[in-house]
């Protein structure tokens, strides 16, 4: 019986191991997974989602991250239009974002309100349409505040250049030196004359309006140009048709069209000052400093000449 022979050695019968396998150059071994449990009764098996972390390019070369871990229902997560959140607000304000901006730039600019500024004056609206022309010469004597805060967006240049055109021409006959010299001139002469006057008279509104719509704007008034023009023409034309008409049959002499003078010059003021105040939303005392102007050109130019 031949003897055994015990010690370290091979099986011959084992297949000898073979080595690794390289991999061609630029890939990778995939690693290892473990294999996928069956999926409970009832319900599909799916891959799970992988969120990259990614930034996408914000303004003027600043990212913006977004946020990985946030799932695609609602919320500020990843997967959204990044303008509007769905609750209203941008997901450029939630955590993990971040916004870029210009320097100066409003960093919510979808605010709806508007921006308060402090001391300036709320322009009134409208309180009703167009007045027609008789109503207007009418609510200038008998309620003038609210005509002027309803005409203060309309522009009457229909009215007042006629009103005034009119009172010119009847102008020159209540001075006394051009009364008697257009009573004492032929017709084709005194035509000329009267008509010039009643021009003159339409330049001047239109000056002394511009004056003082100028200086209530310098004040802090929001008036338009063409309203606050008309409107002090009228009320310059119509304030002195009480004295003109005593002074064409009694002369400028008289005692009752002196006192008339004065007292249609004190009522001028109060409705340049009432005009000026509902146009251009000015407290009383800058209204009347915007009128000034006009008032003292009134009575040295229409008044001094009877009084």
Not at 14 to 36: D, E, I, K, L, V
């Amino acid at each position: 019986m031949a003897g055994f022979r015990i010690g370290r050695g091979r099986d011959n019968n084992r297949t000898p191991q073979q080595p690794p396998r390289q991999q061609p150059y630029g890939q990778q071994q995939a690693p290892h997974q473990a294999p996928q449990q069956p999926a409970p009764y009832g319900q599909q098996p799916y891959a799970p989602q992988q969120w990259p972390q990614q930034a996408a390019p914000g303004g003027h070369g600043e990212p913006e991250y977004f946020d990985p871990h946030a799932g695609p229902g609602p919320g500020p997560g990843y997967g959204q239009d990044p303008g509007y959140g769905p609750g209203g607000g941008n997901p450029g304000d939630a955590p993990g974002h971040t916004r870029a901006f210009v320097f100066g730039e409003d960093p919510y600019p979808y605010n709806q309100g508007g921006t308060y500024q402090a001391g300036a004056a709320q322009a009134a609206a409208p309180t009703g349409p167009r007045l027609p022309w008789k109503e207007l010469l009418r609510g200038i004597v008998t309620r003038p505040g609210p005509t002027f805060l309803q005409m203060r967006d309309y522009a009457v240049w229909g009215p007042a250049l006629i009103v005034t055109f009119l009172y010119g021409l009847l102008a020159v006959f209540g001075l006394d030196d051009t009364r008697k010299d257009v009573l004492n001139a032929t017709l084709p002469n005194a035509i000329p004359i009267v008509l010039s006057a009643g021009v003159a008279f339409v330049i001047c509104g239109l000056i002394l309006g511009t004056v003082t719509h100028t200086l209530a704007r310098q004040l802090g008034g929001d008036g338009a140009w063409q309203p606050t023009v008309g409107l002090s023409m009228l009320v310059m034309s119509l304030t002195d048709v009480p004295r003109l008409l005593f002074a064409m049959f009694l002369g400028g002499d008289n005692m009752l069209v002196q006192v008339l003078g004065w007292a249609t010059w004190v009522a001028a003021g109060a409705l340049f000052t009432s005009l000026v105040a509902k146009s251009h939303d000015l407290p009383w005392p800058k209204a009347l400093g915007a009128s000034a102007i006009q008032l003292v050109a009134l009575l040295s130019i229409i008044k001094l000449g009877t009084i």
